[in-house]
């Protein structure tokens, strides 16, 4: 059984379309961060959320951290082709990583 | 700075044979961890090191061993591949505690090993 289970596991759309990505768990984490990897790449580190509720912007991505602390979502406005990569979520220990969403933005 | 760098990029083993993956990373950082990524399942902690010298075993120990003689560098050992040991594997650093809500785990390129 995975600790964070990620959703969905593939995602395939148009260039500026919307999108969201979701991050569960029935634990409760001290912090929750999200990585983006590219292709034959290692993944590399977008955000850390801590704060139940918190919501964190980076640019087109809005992160929000759970109000329980379990689950996180990502949601992407207006992607475009550069935003194509998979998505993990990680555990505050960093010792558990979620089962990734596959992203793909059609230009 | 180079980072995390990892050799080889690519192997191709038989059933039976070892081989040493190696991570180096010149950063300073004290936490080296080795994971492995398969479809749909995403990172595995395999073992990880808190300083030079310690090894731990991580979520997926089994068929692996470790070892941490110098701070920079980490190797991942094979002593018997097996075709389920075909995965990519990733070599991360990260400077603060685990314990730390901030850690940033800094990753390397992977390398992507076949079993056959």
């Known amino acids: 059984t995975q600790l964070l289970e990620q959703s969905p596991q593939f995602l395939s759309i148009q260039e500026g379309e919307n999108l969201t990505v979701y991050c569960n768990s029935s634990s409760v984490f001290s912090s929750l961060q999200w990585y983006r990897q590219e292709p034959g790449e290692g993944p590399v580190l977008l955000v850390t959320v801590v704060t139940g509720g918190e919501v964190k912007k980076l640019k087109r991505l809005t992160f929000q951290f759970g109000d329980a602390r379990k689950d996180s979502s990502l949601h992407i406005t207006a992607a475009q082709p550069g935003d194509t990569g998979l998505y993990l979520c990680?555990?505050?220990?960093?010792?558990?990583f979620g089962t990734g969403t596959s992203l793909t933005v059609i230009p | 700075n180079a980072g995390v760098t990892q050799t080889p990029k690519f192997r191709v083993l038989k059933t039976g044979q070892s081989m040493t993956l190696l991570c180096a990373q010149d950063m300073n950082h004290e936490y080296m961890y080795w994971y492995r990524q398969d479809p749909g399942m995403g990172l595995r902690l395999i073992h990880y090191?808190?300083?030079?010298?310690?090894?731990a075993k991580g979520e997926v120990p089994d068929g692996y061993n470790v070892s941490r003689l110098k701070k920079q560098n980490f190797l991942l050992g094979l002593e018997s591949a097996a075709p389920s040991q075909t995965s990519v594997y990733f070599c991360?650093?990260?400077?603060?505690?685990?314990?730390?809500?901030?850690?940033?785990?800094?990753f390397g390129p992977g390398t992507r090993l076949t079993v056959l």
């Open positions: 090191s808190v300083g030079e010298g310690t090894t």
């Open positions: 991360a650093s990260t400077y603060f505690p685990r314990q730390s809500s901030y850690n940033e785990q800094f």
């Open positions: 990680a555990a505050g220990n960093q010792f558990y």
